[in-house]
Protein backbone atom coordinates (compact mmCIF):
# COMPACT_ATOMS: atom_id res chain seq x y z
CA UNK A 1 0.00 0.00 0.00
CA UNK A 2 1.18 3.65 -0.81
CA UNK A 3 -0.12 5.79 2.35
CA UNK A 4 0.09 8.84 0.00
CA UNK A 5 -1.73 11.62 1.78
CA UNK A 6 -2.14 11.04 5.97
CA UNK A 7 -6.05 10.19 5.73
CA UNK A 8 -5.82 8.14 2.39
CA UNK A 9 -4.71 5.77 1.35
CA UNK A 10 -4.05 5.54 -2.34
CA UNK A 11 -3.78 1.54 -4.04
CA UNK A 12 -3.21 1.93 -7.27
CA UNK A 13 -2.90 -0.93 -9.81
CA UNK A 14 -0.79 -3.07 -8.09
CA UNK A 15 -3.25 -3.93 -5.15
CA UNK A 16 -4.85 -6.75 -6.99
CA UNK A 17 -1.30 -8.62 -6.85
CA UNK A 18 -0.70 -7.45 -3.11
CA UNK A 19 -4.46 -8.99 -2.67
CA UNK A 20 -3.20 -12.11 -4.70
CA UNK A 21 0.37 -12.45 -3.25
CA UNK A 22 -0.93 -12.47 0.76
CA UNK A 23 -4.82 -11.73 1.08
CA UNK A 24 -4.10 -12.08 4.69
CA UNK A 25 -1.58 -9.23 4.88
CA UNK A 26 -3.40 -6.88 2.71
CA UNK A 27 -6.98 -7.63 4.32
CA UNK A 28 -5.48 -7.19 7.55
CA UNK A 29 -3.89 -3.35 6.19
CA UNK A 30 -6.92 -2.14 4.80
CA UNK A 31 -8.41 -2.69 7.77
CA UNK A 32 -6.28 -1.02 9.99
CA UNK A 33 -6.42 2.06 7.96
CA UNK A 34 -9.88 1.53 7.25
CA UNK A 35 -10.13 1.64 11.73
CA UNK A 36 -7.64 4.78 12.37
CA UNK A 37 -10.30 6.63 10.09
CA UNK A 38 -8.58 6.54 6.85
CA UNK A 39 -10.09 6.66 3.25
CA UNK A 40 -9.21 3.98 0.60
CA UNK A 41 -8.70 5.45 -2.82
CA UNK A 42 -8.58 2.93 -5.95
CA UNK A 43 -7.89 5.64 -8.75
CA UNK A 44 -7.89 2.84 -11.39
CA UNK A 45 -11.08 0.76 -10.20
CA UNK A 46 -13.73 1.51 -12.63
CA UNK A 47 -17.67 0.88 -11.38
CA UNK A 48 -21.12 1.78 -13.99
CA UNK A 49 -23.38 3.95 -12.76
CA UNK A 50 -26.96 2.63 -13.16
CA UNK A 51 -29.56 5.27 -14.62
CA UNK A 52 -30.75 6.49 -11.82
CA UNK A 53 -27.44 7.41 -10.47
CA UNK A 54 -26.25 9.56 -13.77
CA UNK A 55 -29.19 11.68 -13.49
CA UNK A 56 -27.69 13.25 -10.64
CA UNK A 57 -24.07 13.96 -13.02
CA UNK A 58 -26.32 17.01 -15.00
CA UNK A 59 -24.58 20.14 -14.32
CA UNK A 60 -27.51 21.71 -12.76
CA UNK A 61 -26.65 19.17 -9.39
CA UNK A 62 -22.98 20.25 -9.77
CA UNK A 63 -21.43 22.70 -7.28
CA UNK A 64 -17.95 24.08 -8.67
CA UNK A 65 -16.66 25.04 -4.90
CA UNK A 66 -17.03 21.88 -3.66
CA UNK A 67 -15.29 19.92 -6.09
CA UNK A 68 -12.97 17.31 -4.44
CA UNK A 69 -9.28 17.36 -5.51
CA UNK A 70 -7.92 13.96 -4.65
CA UNK A 71 -4.27 14.87 -4.93
CA UNK A 72 -4.53 17.90 -2.61
CA UNK A 73 -6.78 15.84 -0.34
CA UNK A 74 -9.45 18.47 -0.05
Do not use: H, I
Not at 2 to 18: T, Y
Not at 37 to 61: D, I, N, Q
Request: net charge negative; aromatic share 10%.
Amino acid sequence: MNPGLSQVVRLDGDWQAQLSSDPAVFRSQCAQALEQGKVLYFPETGFELAPSEKELLRPEFADPAQEYQPLSGQ
